[in-house]
């Protein structure tokens, strides 16, 4: 039976078979490893991916789409199927040990940035993540101070995540076809990351900082820091959150003590 894609669910279908190859290649994924993926679909990465490791545990929120995937997956080795929200998934119910989940998906473009913070919020027990995502959402993470891309999600996913972008593909391989570039990137949690700065406070600081992005952080900090506690904290008033580094948010997040 045919599907028809739902653009309320985000589907776009992964169809070529190269690109398909080229992603589980990239994945590289064994036997004995602890797999997850995101909204597996009708089964495109799915069933390679099942093929190599043997066990696959999935996540899909349209319901109607199980009967097909499992028909699919029949006899290719052991699919759990979690049919539900991921934004609302506890990766600690796998029972995994910290640091061993690899994560996978061709993420729903609608919802990817909310997706990559759920999943940061519980990077204690993932070794790696290798999203498909919007070309411009994976350049805005992997982007350095100083550049027109750097913002909130690089600051947030470099601070959690080294980030390696992979390859791109372009929209002919998926069905339907999105309006937009997509690109591979795999996300390493960093054991310890940079400086241990409480996450509230670093989300705090850097919300603000980029709130409005071309003015003074004297200006978007205000409610956080006066001039000299920026100062203290070795960080120029007269500068904008685009031209700090990592470990300058780090300081202030340390600075505002929370
Ligand atoms: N993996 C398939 C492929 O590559 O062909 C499908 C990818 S499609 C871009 C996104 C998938 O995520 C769809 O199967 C969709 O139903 C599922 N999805 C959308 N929102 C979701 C959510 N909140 N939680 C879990 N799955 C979701």
């Known amino acids: 039976m ?20 080229r992603i589980v290649g990239a994945i590289a994924p064994r036997t004995g490893e602890c797999l997850v993926e995101i909204g597996p679909g009708l089964g495109a990465i799915t069933c390679p991916l099942l093929r190599s490791a043997g066990r696959l545990n999935v996540i899909e929120l349209d319901r109607d789409l199980i009967p097909a995937l499992e028909r699919r997956c029949a006899g290719l080795g052991t699919l759990i199927v979690h049919q539900g929200d991921v934004l609302a998934f506890d990766l600690s119910s796998l029972s995994p040990e910290p640091g061993s989940l690899r ?10 940035t ?41 600051v947030m996913v470099q601070y959690h995540c080294e980030v390696t972008p992979l390859f791109g593909i372009g929209p002919g391989a998926f069905r339907p076809q999105p309006k937009v570039e997509s690109a591979l990137v795999r996300l390493t949690p960093r054991p310890c990351p940079a400086g ?63």
């Open 114 to 154: 909310p997706i990559l913070f759920h999943l940061l919020g519980q990077r204690e027990w993932i070794r790696d993540m290798h999203f498909m995502l919007q070309r411009e959402v994976v350049d805005r993470m992997g982007a350095a101070p100083g550049s027109r891309d750097f913002g909130r999600l690089s």
């Open 2 to 21: 045919s599907h028809r894609p739902r653009k309320r669910f985000g589907q776009n279908f992964l169809q070529d078979v190269d690109v398909i190859a």
């Open 196 to 258: 241990r700065a409480d996450p509230v406070s670093l989300d705090a600081v850097v919300r603000a900082a980029f709130s409005q992005r071309r003015k003074k952080l004297s200006n978007t900090l205000k409610p956080l820091f006066d001039r000299p506690a920026l100062v203290a904290a070795g960080v120029d008033p007269d500068a904008r959150a685009e031209t700090l580094g990592l470990a300058d948010f780090v300081a202030l997040a340390k600075a505002l003590g929370r």
């Open 103 to 112: 994560v996978i998906g061709n993420l729903p473009y609608n919802i990817s």
